[in-house]
């Protein structure tokens, strides 16, 4: 083996791409490791952004995920302010965009660069436009709801949308949630517990626009004013959170020998994408086994777990002598999200279950267990407002061989439990 | 190994429960974190850094 087939290049320094690098230098990789992140920062945790950093709990340092003595501990060849843009599957070659267009000859590659948040066509340069992706995103809508008084527009009532709303409410701004899903996070929720969650943002005095389509952003003097919905209402704002989705960040991949780019990097059950290139955390879409499908999670739980998983399978793939077989990843998702004082918790999968089945707990309306999946089986399960060894011990449901029937029994014993 | 964990950090997912039990525990009352064990032994050593690795909040570190 040549020296330059000692490298192996991750490429994203968020949480899957690290994990991936701790990864394989405690497996015992003792070649080169190239993380390559575009942001100038360290690996940092995006999650607290849509909470922590944007209310003004945290400082922004307090995301880091490694600190400094840890990071050197692992002896990386970091390369931040770094963006990949081509890769060879034949040559194992990644390009770099560092002005000299250098060429990393790899013995493999993890691809961890994630999703980037969509935007709405025409809105480029307006001032008051937001988007929430990256700690520099919130840091500029933070700048914004540090003033006090603002009216927030969010655009997308899914799980981030969903998260501002709440953050912004807590630090006393107007705030409307405008939405194509009749019910804030209705996709992942399912419609009954969303209706529940409308209420909790109604309660705190957010205005919800449920079920309505943005024709435009009005802006006056480059500067948003406001924004247009598709039956003609007219939502005042200062600002406008952008929170429709997100795109995988697959550009740098594509060239005539491209594996599968169609939403995300296609990979096997291994997380391996083609010989020597594996796929981890947002961006990967990958087998499961377990579900029998092709899966893509947005989950922070999923860049962890994907991230030491992709790195295990590459190592094993480069020497199977040294470090073992492959191992198909089959995990049971996870996710949480904060809003106001409530706490949810999922294991599994909820979107596009056909049924669900909701067992409220007392008097409180937001105290539920609840199934999804059917019509057999059950893929997911939710708790909201229960004790974190209730959450827990939800989970086997979610990951568990019974039919939909056994375990809709099972999930009163369960919680009592 | 000696671990400590960051509390106010913790979203009690649980996760490292789920790895590593002899070592993680959660407080019944809002789920956070309780190291069972800061200086586990040897044969624990590797579930305790998947558990690092993987936790969602970062809220554990190991030091060796």
């Known amino acids: 083996m040549s020296a330059a087939r000692q490298r192996i290049a991750v490429i994203g320094a968020s949480a899957a791409g690290l994990a991936a690098a701790e990864g394989l230098r405690r497996l015992g990789w003792d070649g080169v490791i190239t ?8 690996p940092y945790d995006r999650p607290p ?15 880091t995920l490694r600190d400094p003595g840890r990071l050197a501990a692992l002896g990386l060849d970091l390369r931040l302010g770094t963006r990949a843009v081509a890769y060879d599957p034949a040559l194992r070659h990644v390009t770099l965009d560092d002005g000299e267009r250098t060429v990393l000859e790899c013995a493999g590659v993890v691809a961890a660069t994630g999703v980037r948040a969509r935007t709405l066509p025409g809105t480029e340069g307006v001032e008051g436009v937001h988007v929430l992706r990256t700690l520099r995103d919130a840091l500029a809508l933070r700048r914004r709801l540090a003033e006090p008084g603002r009216r927030l527009a969010v655009v ?20 409307a949630l405008v939405g194509a899903q009749d019910t804030p996070m209705e996709r992942v929720l399912g419609r009954e517990v969303g209706a529940l969650l409308a209420e909790v943002h109604r309660a705190h005095g957010v205005t919800l626009y449920p079920g309505r ?3 435009a952003i009005a802006a006056d003097g480059g500067r948003a004013r406001g924004v247009e919905l598709a039956d003609g209402t007219f939502v005042e704002a200062d600002d406008v959170l952008v929170a429709i989705g997100s795109e995988p960040a697959v550009d740098w991949l594509r060239g005539p020998a491209a594996p599968d780019l169609s939403d995300g990097l296609g990979c096997d059950r291994y997380c391996a994408a083609a010989p020597g290139l594996y796929g981890a955390g947002d961006v990967a879409r990958w087998y499961h086994p377990g579900l029998g499908r092709h899966i893509r999670i947005e989950h922070r739980m999923n860049a962890g777990e994907q991230g030491l998983a992709a790195a295990r399978n590459l190592l094993a793939e480069l020497d199977g002598e040294r470090f073992g077989e492959r191992r198909p990843f089959e995990p049971v998702p996870y996710f949480w999200s904060d809003q106001y004082d409530l706490k949810l918790h999922a294991y599994g999968v909820l979107a596009g279950a056909v049924r669900t089945e909701v067992l409220r707990l007392g008097e409180d309306p937001l105290r539920l267990a609840a199934l999804y999946g059917g019509p057999d089986r059950v893929t997911g399960v939710l708790g909201i407002g229960l004790t974190p060894r209730q959450a827990r011990s939800l989970r086997p449901l979610a990951a568990g061989p019974g039919t939909w029937e056994e375990a809709v029994a099972r999930l009163g014993e ?3 439990a | 190994m000696n671990i400590t964990v960051d509390e106010a950090k913790c979203c009690g997912a649980g996760q490292c429960v789920l790895v590593a039990p002899d070592v993680f525990d959660q407080r019944d009352e809002d789920g956070i974190v309780v190291l069972l064990d800061a200086t586990p032994e040897a044969g624990l ?4 850094r998947d558990a690092a690795t993987i936790c969602p909040a970062a809220a554990i570190q190991v030091h060796e």
């Not at chain 1, 993380?35 to 360290?42: A, N």
């Not at chain 1, 952004?49 to 995301?63: D, F, H, N």
């Not at chain 1, 949308?161 to 912004?168: I, K, L, P, S, W």
């Open chain 1, 156 to 175: 997308g009532s899914g799980v981030l949308g969903a998260e501002v709303a709440a953050a912004a409410r807590g630090l006393g701004h107007r705030v």
């Open chain 1, 414 to 416: 369960t919680v009592a």
């Open chain 1, 49 to 63: 952004l849509s909470k922590q950093v944007l209310s003004g709990a945290w400082p922004p340092e307090r995301t």
């Open chain 2, 45 to 48: 050593h590797a579930a305790v």
């Open chain 1, 213 to 215: 389509t943005v024709t």
């Open chain 1, 35 to 42: 993380l390559v992140g575009d942001e100038p920062h360290p």
